[in-house]
């Protein structure tokens, strides 16, 4: 051991060196490296982009010529796509976190701690560099006839945007009504298998509807099944999707469900726990004397009929079951039953063909094909076969197209007209896959993380997508009206359905067709898109999983399913529980940015969230029938300083209290939940000024009247200058003059739901809403349990109002010539509330031009209504609620020569007579 001295020496002759010659060379060469992070991620970013559009015509070019090579060396650039990303992840996470510089005087160790944090990512970026490299060693031009494009070319940088500019330009005056072209071709079948279903004999009868996928069996099924005439036959009619595999208990339940939708009410719990015998005896008694028809879409399974048959019961009424169906077996297992009936779809004739082509093709010529295209339009479509679905997509790639005769015949020469029918429809969808630009290529395959036939939420898809980086901003638009663009350009193309629409036309719900998610599944398989976890499947994660897709009918433990580099996790009402896989979440997915649970049991919100630092979609829904669920959400939510959407909309999550955290969630731009309490945010929701979505809060706080944390709450709401959506319940007198006030201030609103306490709880004073500057923009207005004496003179100054519901005590008909002129009011919902004063109403000639929705409910003393010839001549649905002194239909009510649907929910007797013994209406009328 040396003495001070002696240390002091060693050091300066032997440590110092040392350090001279080759520490300080390796800090030196360390902070060049930490310097140069920011211009290395610049560097990355467009390195990724290229690799994108690389990927893109390789992926391309494997499909045409099924070249192995190809597909390894797509597999190899992904991953280094996926570094990629992450990497620019991490550094973006950092660089938001607001660290001092390395350079910095204050904050050692929070310089330390970011120092070492560039260093990780400046050695990430090299080997990512070194990877590429060794990837484009591996290849030649002369191999493969392409190659990714050099660092100088910066054409792919503005790829997206220029397509995003296109796609815009293209779309800005399309209407936003958007529905699929008609099929053509159906009529005779419809018409007969319409009069087998409502005529005929009295004994229960089958009908099965057979053909190939993408001959069009589903769209002739719901133009039967809507059919005014069969609406009006049956006492009740159900729709049921069977899934692949289904579950008989599922759907046993599920047409359960569907009668109590139908009656308002809400289910019995035990519905949940009824096993099979239980539930096919609840099925019989309800049908037992009721005349019904029932649809089974897309049934695979032969003995499917044997399962759900004796629950059917044929009570000699001449109900129905209409099953549709690819497989030619199910039809013969019908037949065994007595009286069935079996219909083989064929395809369509050229002139049927050609005639849906040019509707689709040339829809904005008005389905006039141009005489220089007729020649090559009609070779085309004799490729298709007759087939609806391949006829239809091919329509939607040429339609943007150019009209140059040449272009076509190009076109037209990929398509072999030698393939058999099923491989033109497959050729056919990855013509249109390929077509896509690249922008969209990605939101498309994300339908595949749904289950087939799944009906999501469109609002629910684009906020996944921007989540997930789909979306590029564009212009002054807000990113979810880009992703509304992008998803609007598929629907057009006919690779996205439209399943149901917002009276103004806005999609509300859509789906791919089954051959379409088949496509999509291998296009996963083949760019490691998603790995789609369904019962029976082994679990072998191999690789880099981006995407987890876990199937309903998954019934296998989930905790050893894990990849540290998955981005999205959605997982529908699996079989078993997910309290333990929860719990791994935070620490086992720390790069999720979407992460969607559903559940039927009850599940706790995971407490530990703060290492998701990525996550910018959390939707955690339970949808069991245990009542009430309470969610506890803990404070760790604050530290998601990502967060963009968060969903806790589960019908049974009532009254969840916030924590104050959630204040810190400065990004977060949509917030909902069912009956939210805010009260902890009363100091700091302001300052979320991102906020486009609030929905719904609960106001009532039920405490001492001097208590004004309520009061504090409603003017931070004013701050939130950037809301789109609000809904608010539980108001009271005291709150209305800050709520008029804070709304005043929200000039981008567009939706506004504003809901009372409620009649009988016990608070006798009238409300107003008094908006002296209401928002220009407001389309949609809910004014319910108000107390209202009149309308608010406001509302018919509201130019873009599309859809208001208003509950009323008195001067319903002063209201009614308040609103009659509004240029673009498209539904109208009146309650009478309290007074019942309104004993008729008198719908005078020029009123309500473009209304299409009427309803009218809580009119308890309104005995006649009168329609003038002239008025509501756009109407298609009237409904009357809870009127019971209204014996007859409306007087003039033939004048309503747009109206399809009648619907009557507890009416009086008379009324119900008046209808049953009626001439044959043009419309439908529905009854309970």
């Known amino acids: 051991m040396c003495d001070c001295k002696d240390a002091l020496a060693c050091a300066r002759d032997h440590l110092l060196p040392l350090a001279r010659d080759h520490l300080l060379p390796f800090l030196k060469e360390a902070f060049n490296m930490i310097r140069g992070v920011p211009k290395e991620i610049e560097e990355l970013q467009e390195e990724l982009e290229r690799i994108e559009v690389f990927i893109n015509d390789a992926d391309k070019r494997a499909d045409d010529v099924e070249d192995k090579k190809i597909k390894d060396m797509i597999k190899q650039l992904i991953e280094a796509s996926f570094h990629i990303e992450d990497v620019i992840d991490d550094y973006i996470f950092l660089e938001e976190q607001h660290a001092p510089d390395p350079g910095c005087a204050a904050g050692v160790t929070n310089c330390v701690k970011t120092m070492a944090f560039r260093l990780q990512i400046a050695y990430k970026i090299q080997n990512i560099k070194s990877r590429i490299s060794e990837i484009n060693d591996t290849r030649t031009e002369k191999d493969h006839g392409f190659y990714i494009q050099s660092s100088s070319d910066k054409a792919s940088t503005s790829y997206a945007t220029n397509r995003n500019a296109s796609l815009f330009q293209n779309l800005r005056d399309a209407p936003l009504y958007m529905v699929e072209a008609d099929v053509v071709g159906f009529d005779k079948t419809r ?3 319409i009069d087998f279903l409502v005529a005929g004999r009295a004994d229960r009868t089958i009908v099965s509807i057979v053909g190939m996928g993408g001959l069009g069996k589903t769209t002739l099924a719901k133009k039967v099944f809507d059919n005014p005439k069969v609406v009006k036959h049956f006492d009740r009619r159900v729709w049921i999707t069977v899934s692949r595999p289904y579950n008989t208990e599922k759907v046993l339940r599920d047409i359960m469900l569907e009668f109590y939708k139908q009656q308002r009410k809400v289910p019995p719990q035990s519905l949940r726990q009824m096993d099979r015998q239980s539930l096919v005896d609840e099925v019989r008694n309800y049908l037992q004397e009721k005349r019904y028809v029932v649809v089974f879409d897309d049934v695979w399974e032969s003995h499917f009929l044997h399962d ?24 013969n297992t019908c037949k065994k039953s007595s009286f069935v009936e079996v219909y083989e779809l064929k395809g369509l004739t050229v002139e049927q063909s050609f005639e849906l082509f040019n509707k689709k093709a040339f829809h904005d010529l008005n389905g006039r094909c141009p005489e220089n295209l007729i020649d090559i339009s009609s070779k085309i479509v004799k490729k298709c076969k007759g087939l609806p679905l391949a006829i239809v997509v091919i329509g939607g790639i040429l339609a943007p197209k150019d009209k140059i005769p040449m272009e076509w015949y190009k076109f037209s020469e990929n398509i072999n007209a030698e393939l058999e029918e099923y ?8 013509f249109s896959y390929h077509d896509l630009p690249y922008y969209l290529k ?27 980086g789909f ?31 917002s009276i103004d036309g806005r999609v509300k719900r859509c789906r791919v067709h089954d051959l379409v998610h088949e496509m999509i599944l291998e296009k996963h398989k083949h760019l490691s898109f998603c790995e789609n976890i369904t019962e029976g499947k082994q679990l072998s994660l191999t690789g880099m999983i981006r995407r987890l897709s876990i199937a309903p009918n998954y019934d296998n433990r989930m905790e050893g399913i894990e990849s540290s580099h998955v981005r999205s996790l959605l997982v529908f009402e699996p079989q078993r529980s997910l309290e333990s896989f929860v719990k791994t979440i935070p620490t086992k997915y720390r790069r999720l940015k979407v992460l969607a649970l559903s559940n039927r049991e009850r599940l706790e919100v995971p407490k530990d969230l703060g290492s998701l630092n990525h996550l910018k979609y959390f939707g955690f829904f339970v949808i069991g029938e245990t009542y009430p669920i309470f969610p506890k959400i803990p404070k760790s939510i604050g530290m998601l300083v990502n967060l963009e959407t968060l969903d806790l909309r589960s019908p049974k999550f009532e009254h969840p209290n ?5 204040c810190k969630l400065r990004k977060l731009r949509h917030l909902l939940g069912n009956f939210m309490s805010l009260i902890q945010l009363k100091d700091g929701i302001g300052g979320m000024t991102s906020l486009q979505t609030l929905n719904s809060v609960y106001l009532d706080d039920y405490e001492d009247e001097n208590d004004n944390r309520v009061v504090e709450l409603i003017e931070e709401l004013g701050k939130l200058k950037q809301l789109r959506e609000l809904s608010l319940s539980g108001l009271k007198s005291k709150y209305m003059s800050g709520i008029s006030s804070s709304i005043n201030e929200m000039q981008k609103l567009e939706k506004l739901s504003i809901k009372g306490v409620g009649i009988g709880m016990g608070y006798g004073a009238f409300i107003d809403l008094d908006l002296n500057s209401p928002p220009p923009m407001l389309q949609r207005v809910k004014l319910q349990d108000l107390k209202l004496n009149k309308l608010p003179e406001w509302i018919s100054k509201l130019q873009n109002l599309v859809k208001l519901n208003v509950s009323l005590t008195r001067e319903v008909n002063d209201a009614m010539k308040l609103l009659q002129s509004m240029p673009n009011l498209l539904s109208l919902e009146f309650f009478e509330e309290g007074n019942y004063e309104v004993e008729s109403l008198h719908f005078q000639d020029g009123w309500f031009k473009n209304l299409k929705e009427l309803y009218l409910a809580n009119f308890f003393n309104l005995s006649h209504i009168l329609i003038d010839e002239g008025a509501l001549g756009s109407l298609k649905k009237l409904t009357f609620d809870a009127i019971f002194q209204l014996m007859t239909l409306p007087t003039g009510i033939q004048h309503l020569h747009k109206l399809e649907v009648l619907s009557v929910f507890y009416a009086s007797d008379g009324l119900i007579q008046s209808i049953d013994d009626g001439e044959e209406q043009l419309f439908s009328i529905e009854t309970m």
């Open 423 to 430: 491989s033109i429809i497959r050729k056919i969808l990855g």
């Open 191 to 193: 018409d007969k298998l």
């Open 658 to 662: 916030m924590p104050k955290e959630i």
């Open 308 to 331: 759900i048959e004796f629950a059917m019961i044929d009570n000699k009424k001449g109900s129905r079951i209409l099953i549709t169906t690819r497989n030619m077996d199910v039809a």
């Open 471 to 501: 979306v590029k901003q564009y212009g002054e638009r807000t990113m979810e009206e880009v992703a509304e663009g992008y998803l609007k350009e598929l629907i057009h193309r006919s690779l996205v359905q439209v399943d149901s629409i």
């Open 442 to 468: 990605s939101c498309f395959l994300y339908f595949g993380l749904y289950p087939e036939d799944y009906k999501v939420h469109s609002k629910t898809l684009t906020r996944q997508w921007i989540a997930e």
